[in-house]
């Protein structure tokens, strides 16, 4: 027997879910950070996902390896994530 759309869209969400897939990240922003977000994208030829995963993963590199956290920071770093919901 098939599965019906919403079955087949619920198999793939459990998918996403699962391991190191990627997230959907769904916001509004300010009107400044949007025009940023523009001219960043225009500027360097990437898409607007590529900018904001880049800018994370900087602040995140700056996070962990230049302020050279000790390692109760580290523990409290990596541990606030799972303590915080949406």
Known sequence: MSKSSKERQQNYR?????????????????????????????????????????????LDKDVTEIKKLDQSQWDKYFNEISLRSN
């Not at 998918?15 to 916001?27: C, E, P, S, T, V």
């Not at 025009?35 to 225009?42: F, G, I, M, Q, S």
């Not at 898409?47 to 993963?57: G, H, N, P, S």
Request: hydrophobic share 35%.
């Open 14 to 58: 459990d998918r996403q879910r699962l391991g190191n897939a990627d997230r959907k990240l769904n916001l509004w922003t300010s009107s400044q950070s949007y025009c940023a977000l523009e001219r960043l994208t225009d500027h360097f030829k990437i898409t607007k996902r590529e900018v904001i995963e880049q800018l994370i993963i900087i």
